[in-house]
């Protein structure tokens, strides 16, 4: 991810695929990343390819200990090189999602956190009911702001309205450099899969 990106991203999620996919593409729709989740791993195990092909991994990303609501991410490079790290504030994240983002020197930098819990625990409710269920893509749609340690909001990201709830936009609020923009959207990627097995 280090050529030019325009915002809003999208992140949309392939429907009918056997383990969560979804493309990420800029405001222009080029593919930025093709993300995909390994099925029937123990620990969270998350493979960043470079387009659909799946040709190349750009990045991964996997849990630093059996999967557990504290859990965290660890991110690499195509060479392997850590860049940072995600992790879930623990109990807190049961009633509103919040997680933070640490640099490649585990030293806290961002903070992600649901804007609305109340549209999350709708969403997960209504999205259990056979037929209706179908709808609340079109209905409830939580929105994730991202902080400094400053408290500066950077971003949020944003469900849209869309079928099945398969969408997802993340929208620049103020500029970052090319290592924040790389940890923010890593670490977007993962919470987006973490929040759909919440339900």
């Known amino acids: 991810m280090n050529k030019q990106i325009n915002y809003p991203i999208e ?23 093709y993300v995909k989740q390994k099925l029937f791993k123990l620990k969270e195990d998350i493979s960043v390819f470079e387009n659909e092909s799946q040709a190349n991994v750009i990045y991964t990303i996997k ?7 504290s859990a965290s991410y660890l991110m690499t490079d195509a ?14 994240s049961l009633w509103k999602a919040t997680y933070e983002i640490f640099d490649e020197h585990d030293a806290m930098e961002f903070k992600i956190e649901e ?5 999350k625990i709708m969403d997960g409710v209504f999205s259990s009911v056979p037929i209706l269920g179908i709808f609340t893509g079109y ?6 702001n991202i902080f400094r340690k400053d408290g500066s909001k950077v971003a949020h990201f944003v469900k849209e309205a869309s079928f099945l709830g398969k969408k997802f936009k993340l ?8 290592q924040e923009e790389e940890r923010i959207i890593l ?6 899969l973490l929040e759909r097995s919440r339900g």
């Open 187 to 192: 670490s977007l990627m993962m919470m987006i």
């Open 79 to 92: 060479s392997g090189t850590h860049i940072g790290k995600m992790g879930r504030k623990g109990a807190r």
């Open 11 to 33: 992140f949309e999620f392939k429907i009918l695929a056997l383990s969560p996919q979804f493309y990420v593409r800029d405001a222009e729709g080029r593919e930025i990343a």
């Open 171 to 178: 929208h620049q609020d103020e500029e970052l450099n090319v």
């Open 115 to 119: 804007e609305n819990a109340f549209v």
């Open 63 to 69: 849990a630093n200990k059996w999967i557990d609501w």
């Open 139 to 144: 209905v409830f749609n939580p929105t994730y």
